[in-house]
């Protein structure tokens, strides 16, 4: 049985909408943990690179279950401030694994994609990572972290996500209509990387769904999930839709030269994740189409 559930990275994209959904679940106590963005005054402020902060919050709130969303996720200011990243990447799994373990409570922690090199598509869960930058790097030792700590925790893997945003630059989907609104400007767009968007409700619902299954089962979960929505799409095709939506010109946005191979932050070419696991429990949710997706989490954003 899972009474009390805590979010980290609770005002987040993914964990902001994950934590309203288990607040809306009549057998959940929902805890959000934020580390500065206080949106919320029931959310809990913590800095999770602090052992102690870390521990204090968990034992006054004592969770059965963390929801691991946390994270520096953008690749390149992981790459710019490493240290820091791994402290916030890696470290807080680590106080976080331990005083689970020491406390008879789950974790399930939000990893990526990009555990992957993109070389072999798809990938289902047993596939060897082979992450390809640093940021891929520390998502895979928080996993061995989860994993090997305790073997009814959970790790789930997810793509490239999107949302309803506060501010365009908060998602890597999302900052690409910045381009698409200012036609003036020829805009130049991967069309190479192969991705599968994937809307944050349609996680957090999938998420709600794995709780409720661990809450009823005690255990049965797969120690590594991946769910991800089924459009593939290059940046390139993502902004054409975008304009295509909201019947924006499209014509300034054009495919971008490719990778030569010698960018700083490598990624994945095509790091699709195989999600028969939670198909064939039932806990996969039917994602959105990309169209309906990201009109909605856009129509605020029209000048
Ligand atoms: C992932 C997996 C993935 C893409 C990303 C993270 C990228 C995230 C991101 C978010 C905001 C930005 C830049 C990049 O401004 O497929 O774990």
Redesign the pocket.
Known sequence: MISKVLVTGSSGILGRVLYDKLLDEPDFVTYGLVFNRTTNAKKIKCDLRNETEVNLQLDSLKPDLIVHCA?E?????VSQNKTQAQSLNVGSTEFITKWAKENNARVLYI????VFDGTNPPYNEEAVPNPLND?GVM?LQSEQLVINSNNANVVLR????YGIVEYL????VT?LFKKVLDSSMTAPMSNYEK?FPTHCEDVAQTIVNMVKYLSKNGTGLPSICHYQAEEEMTKLEMSLKMAEVFCLPSNHIVPENPPTGTEATKR?FK?QLNCEKLKKLGLYHQPRTFSAGIKESLKTFLN
């Open positions: 994270a996720r953008r690749p390149e200011i990893s990526s994609d990009y940021y998502k997810l793509p490239i996500l630059e908060e998602c890597a900052i991705r994945p790091s």
